[in-house]
């Protein structure tokens, strides 16, 4: 009896506008960050959803402030130079407008700020 509550109860919730999250745009949750002098801060973390290619403009969502669309400037999976990274590669992000003390672990960077 309380799963056909439960059931009835998730289809209230998921017809008032939830919108689950499309597995096609890109995400990924910042797992560490590091400097490279002269060229830019490096995100790293694992693709959950999406690629990313350089030159993307994707949306950076600090934990403790407003989003802000940055462009990739370089991706690496594996000390390998990549163009192109897919869900579920472990991967670090080149970004030239970013400082160390923007970006912290758990922060998130999606396809778009909208």
């Given at each position: 009896?309380?799963?056909f509550a439960l059931?009835a109860?998730?289809s209230?919730?998921?017809?008032?506008?939830f919108?689950?999250p499309?597995?096609d745009d890109?995400?990924?949750?910042?797992m560490d960050?590091f400097?490279?002098?002269?060229?830019?801060?490096?995100?790293t973390?694992?693709?959950?959803?999406?690629?990313?290619?350089?030159e993307?403009?994707?949306?950076f969502?600090?934990?403790?402030?407003?989003?802000?669309?940055?462009?990739?400037?370089g991706?690496e999976?594996?000390?390998?130079v990549?163009?192109v990274a897919?869900?579920?590669?472990?991967?670090?992000?080149?970004?030239?407008e970013?400082e160390r003390?923007?970006v912290n672990?758990?922060d998130?960077?999606?396809?778009s700020?909208?």
């Amino acid at each position: 009896m309380r799963l056909f509550a439960l059931l009835a109860l998730a289809s209230v919730s998921f017809s008032s506008g939830f919108r689950a999250p499309d597995r096609d745009d890109f995400r990924m949750t910042v797992m560490d960050r590091f400097t490279i002098t002269g060229r830019g801060l490096i995100i790293t973390g694992v693709v959950e959803g999406g690629p990313v290619r350089v030159e993307d403009v994707v949306c950076f969502r600090p934990s403790d402030g407003a989003p802000r669309e940055l462009t990739v400037a370089g991706i690496e999976v594996f000390r390998r130079v990549v163009e192109v990274a897919e869900p579920g590669d472990a991967v670090g992000l080149l970004f030239t407008e970013l400082e160390r003390s923007d970006v912290n672990r758990g922060d998130e960077l999606t396809a778009s700020c909208e």
